[in-house]
């Protein structure tokens, strides 16, 4: 247990619905990281949080967003889900700024039909 | 634009040999590279990492060679165990204009590694 909670493991939903990722940092951890990893590729950054504000973010679409409440747990919300955005969701957290690397949990899978 | 590139999708070693894995980078403004290593159904859980200042960092069995020349790094498994069947991502970090850093890690595709007893 990496102490980084995502729910559900598992999510499959219809194109176009609508769906909420959340995730729980490590105790003590203020920033958090989403990351999409589709079949055959590695992953790729969609965004960062630190103590509640957006700090970077990568290539995200803008049918996705994301954000983080006082309680440090985050949430990453997917909205006109197409088929290609099957993929497994990552969260990681860090303590700082996580220039030297941070904690994954194990992934939320979505699959889109 | 695959900033972070491992070459090779899958590796074989017999156990008890080295295995060598590949990353080549693109971004000259990369100065920190991390090894993750991932099981099925987990996260990925941090390896090993080697600032540019470094051209080499040991960890028990795990070393990583940094080439800035060539922007080149490996991560060497000596010797290699059944357990490290897993597949193995590099990723790079780079300070922003600003000075100070954010965290993106840029990743490669992976390579899966395999051990064979």
């Known amino acids: 247990d990496s102490g980084v909670t995502q729910t559900p493991k598992h999510l499959i939903t219809a194109t176009g619905q609508r769906v909420t990722l959340r995730c729980s940092p490590r105790s003590g951890d203020l920033s958090v990281y989403w990351y999409q990893q589709s079949l055959d590729q590695g992953l790729q950054f969609l965004i960062q949080?630190?103590?509640?504000?957006?700090?970077a973010k990568g290539n995200i679409l803008e049918r996705f967003s994301a954000q983080q409440f006082p309680d440090l747990h985050s949430e990453l919300n997917l909205s006109s889900l197409e088929l290609g955005d099957s993929a497994l969701y990552f969260c990681?957290?860090?303590?700082?700024?996580?220039?030297?690397?941070?904690?994954f949990g194990s992934g939320t899978r979505l699959t889109v039909v | 634009d695959q900033q972070v590139k491992q070459n090779s999708p899958s590796l074989s070693v017999q156990e008890g040999r080295i295995s060598i894995l590949n990353c080549d980078y693109t971004n000259s403004m990369f100065d920190y590279f991390l090894w993750y290593k991932k099981y099925p159904a987990e996260g990925p859980t941090f390896l090993i990492s080697?600032?540019?200042?470094?051209d080499k960092n040991e960890d028990g069995r795990f070393t990583v060679f940094l080439n800035k020349s060539a922007k080149h790094l490996s991560l060497h498994i000596v010797p290699s165990q059944p357990g490290d069947s897993a597949v193995y991502f590099c990723a790079a970090t780079e300070a922003n204009a600003g000075g100070t850093s954010y965290g993106k890690l840029t990743f490669g595709q992976g390579t899966i590694l395999t051990v064979h007893p």
């Open positions: 990681a957290s860090s303590a700082g700024q996580g220039r030297y690397g941070y904690t």
């Open positions: 949080y630190y103590n509640g504000e957006e700090r």
């Open positions: 080697i600032s540019s200042i470094k």
